[in-house]
């Protein structure tokens, strides 16, 4: 399956905020575009700051960013799956 084009998934996203706004969405096919785009948009972010971190000497700043885009996508992980994260403090 070929990935869409920007302006595809821009009209789909588009669409799928509608139907779920006007609540017309009987097989959640809205709901689920929008949630695991979101979520893709997260882990994006991850692969961009692990690349950055891996090719720039391990620097600590690049660390810190790879860390936070980590726990950025683990939130949108809880908050898509309407979960409470807990880290009891060990990450």
């Known amino acids: 399956m070929s990935r ?4 595809e998934l821009e009209t789909a996203l588009t669409m799928a905020a509608q139907m ?3 609540n017309i969405d009987p097989f959640f096919v809205a709901k689920s575009l929008l949630s695991e785009h979101y979520r893709a948009k997260c882990m994006h972010e991850v692969l961009l700051a692990a690349d950055r971190y891996l ?3 391990m620097s600590e700043s690049e ?5 936070r ?3 950025k996508a ?8 309407s ?3 807990s880290n009891f403090g060990l990450e």
């Not at 869409?4 to 302006?7: D, K, N």
């Not at 660390?63 to 860390?67: A, D, S």
């Open 4 to 7: 869409p084009t920007a302006e």
């Open 20 to 22: 779920r706004d006007k």
């Open 55 to 57: 090719n720039m000497g």
């Open 63 to 67: 660390r810190t960013r790879l860390k």
């Open 69 to 71: 885009a980590i726990e």
């Open 74 to 81: 683990k939130d949108a992980e809880a908050f898509t799956a």
């Open 83 to 85: 979960a409470v994260r």
